[in-house]
């Protein structure tokens, strides 16, 4: 009976083993990875547009007003001519302005509301700015430069920053970046003085406007051109 009891207790304990469930796996191994994030696409710069006349009447404490002309020339006469504005205090602060004319000769297949050549009239918060890039149309896609031309906005003025001619010299193809090949162009630019015209054009579209008109021309600044054939 001993040997009978004895051996029932051996019995029961190898059965107690072998049904004790294995241990679980640390988390880390049984937690499954989440989706990698994607990278937040970065918001479209809003369209500057010509200031309606009633604006003026009504100014905003923190915004200006800054009128210009643009000569485009060259390789640069096309369908628009993008300038992209940067707030230097705040650089996520931009806006784009197209000049172009959607009723011109060549059909206009981009999706942009553009000002017509020659003077623009905008509205910009307060602060000092600088133009960082030109963009073009080449067939369906666009080729872009850099530029430093620096201006500034002055609040509840109405500031003339000069005629901003820029030459296109001739078309070409950059190497590096993304795509790594692109099309790109080069150009030669100036600032000019036409202040009688400009303030005589101001007044046959703002007659209402009776304030003083400040003169404080647009800064260009000169840089190299990058590696291109």
Not at 28 to 35: E, I, K, L, Y
Request: hydrophobic residues 40%; neutral net charge.
């Amino acid at each position: 009976m001993r040997r009978i009891a004895l051996a029932l207790i051996i019995v029961s304990l190898i059965g107690c083993t072998t049904a004790q469930p294995p241990s679980a796996p640390p988390s880390s191994v049984t937690r499954a990875s989440g989706p990698a994030e994607e990278a937040k696409p970065q918001p479209t710069p809003p369209e500057l547009r010509n200031v309606p006349e009633e604006n003026l009447a009504t100014p905003n404490v923190k915004n200006g007003v800054i009128f210009a002309k643009t000569d485009f020339q060259g390789v640069l006469e096309k369908t628009y001519v993008k300038l992209l504005f940067e707030d230097i205090a705040n650089s996520a602060n931009k806006f784009q302005l197209y000049i172009g004319d959607k009723e011109g000769p060549q059909p206009f297949m981009w999706d942009v509301n553009p000002v017509k050549p020659g003077y623009f009239f905008i509205e910009l918060p307060a602060g000092n700015y600088r133009i960082t890039s030109i963009s073009i149309p080449v067939g369906s896609t666009q080729a872009t430069e850099r530029t430093d031309i620096t201006l500034q906005v002055l609040p509840e003025k109405v500031t003339y920053i000069g005629t901003l001619q820029m030459v296109g010299i001739k078309e070409k193809i950059r190497l590096g970046g993304v795509p790594v090949i692109r099309p790109g162009f080069e150009y030669a630019a100036n600032i000019i003085n036409e202040k009688e015209e400009a303030l005589q054009t101001f007044q046959q579209r703002y007659p209402r406007y009776s304030h003083q008109v400040i003169i404080n021309l647009m800064n260009l600044k000169l840089h190299r051109n990058e590696e291109a054939i």
